[in-house]
């Protein structure tokens, strides 16, 4: 495989002859609220080429795009794919006839009851997991009983963490992934979150434009590298370099961490 072209800035990325330009969020555009230099202006040049590809599974698009707006990237719902909301949008349309449950964030709970996939069963035939900020000893009980009771397991994406503004790593669906295997024993695991090249697909069929027109942005050699190359699309890796560490204070002490009521 040819060796991906690494920039260190959005500046150094030539994307003049590119239809569509699809990027990673975290750790690309953004961390933990923080806007990377050059995103904004960035996101402008791209105008309606732009489509996002990440792997969250906390939020739906239209309340990323939300948040977005707020941070000076008015990036439209439409054009936002994303690992968690997306596994829920294959499930009810490929799976809606079995019992699930689901083990996510609100804002994929509230979808998820939009579109049918919840029905209280005690034995669900299916289980799905994102990054749920609630989950405690009493989810990894259930979720561990439902695996080791045979259900099937989706997650929304297999990452261990993203990295946070500050520098610390951020828990990811992985990491609790691991913790059910953990108290279940290994177990097989269903995902369209990179490195698979789901949204990739997604993202090329919806815009129209052939692979070898377009092009994907990211930070991770391991999801974002792996997916386009499985695509067959051209990648590109950007490696910001380090906050200072008067921004790591600043995160740090306005509440950087995420914290939620549960």
């Not at 990673?24 to 960035?42: I, N, P």
């Not at 953990?182 to 698979?196: D, E, T, W």
Request: with cysteine; aromatic share 4%.
């Amino acid at each position: 495989m040819q060796r991906p072209e690494t920039v260190s800035s959005f500046a150094e990325i030539d994307l003049a002859d590119r239809s569509a330009i699809l990027c990673d969020l975290d750790g690309c555009l953004l961390s933990s609220g923080h806007v990377y230099d050059g995103a904004r202006d960035f996101v402008r040049a791209c105008g309606d080429r732009l489509w996002i590809v990440s792997n969250n599974s906390s939020d739906t698009s239209a309340t990323l795009a939300a948040r977005l707006v707020g941070l000076g990237l008015p990036i439209l719902a439409d054009r936002i794919l994303l690992a968690g909301e997306q596994t829920l949008r294959f499930l009810a349309q490929d799976q809606s006839h079995k019992a699930l449950a689901v083990y996510v964030d609100a804002p994929l709970r509230t979808l998820a009851k939009e579109l049918g996939l919840t029905n209280g069963s005690a034995t669900p035939e299916i289980v799905v997991m994102g990054r749920d900020r609630c989950f405690g000893l009493g989810t990894l009980e259930e979720l561990a009983a439902h695996v080791v009771d045979g259900a099937e397991l989706w997650a929304a994406n297999l990452d261990l963490s993203h990295p946070a503004a500050t520098g610390y790593p951020v828990p990811e669906t992985g990491a609790l992934l691991r913790a059910v295997e953990a108290c279940a024993g290994p177990f097989a695991v269903r995902s369209i979150g990179k490195p698979a090249p789901d949204l990739i697909e997604i993202a090329l069929a919806r815009s129209g434009v052939e692979r070898t027109r377009a092009v994907f942005i990211g930070d991770n050699l391991a999801t974002d590298g792996e997916a386009a190359r499985a695509a067959g699309v051209a990648f590109i890796r950007i490696v910001h370099p380090p906050v200072s560490s008067e921004l790591r204070t600043d995160n740090a002490s306005n509440g950087a961490r995420e914290w939620v009521a549960c």
